[in-house]
Nanobody, 117 residues
Framework: EVHLVESGGGWVQPGGSLRLSCAAS????????MSWVRQAPGKGLEWVSV????????TYRESVKGRFTISRDNAKNTLYLQMKSLKPEDTAVYYC??????????WGQGTQVTVSS
């Protein structure tokens, strides 16, 4: 059974930074492309970034390019998202998932990121 636990969210002022983590278990993490997705208040789910199974290829949605960095540690079964220069519009609950499951789940419980002054 896929089990994902996101952490690292919190409140930060505009321009600040946060690092999210996602601990994965119940499946062969190193054999799957992984993604971060988010859901802002009152809006639908949107994908943020994806990384291939080897960690050598990454893709970002346009609005976070140059500010967010996705990475993974296959030895630790952990996915990361380094976020810098955060903006109020980045406020959302952030989830990790297999790339193939980004729109349907399963996801973890999510971690709340709030960017405000």
């Amino acid at each position: 059974e896929v089990h994902l636990v996101e952490s690292g969210g919190g409140w930060v002022q505009p321009g600040g930074s946060l690092r999210l983590s996602c601990a994965a278990s119940g499946f062969s993490f190193s054999n799957h492309d992984m993604s971060w997705v988010r859901q802002a208040p009152g809006k639908g789910l949107e994908w943020v970034s994806v990384i291939n199974r080897y960690g050598g290829a990454t893709t970002y949605r346009e609005s976070v390019k140059g500010r967010f960095t996705i990475s993974r540690d296959n030895a630790k079964n952990t996915l990361y998202l380094q976020m810098k220069s955060l903006k109020p519009e980045d406020t959302a609950v952030y989830y990790c998932s297999k790339w193939t499951d980004w729109s349907t789940g399963p996801w973890g419980q999510g971690t709340q990121v709030t960017v405000s002054s």
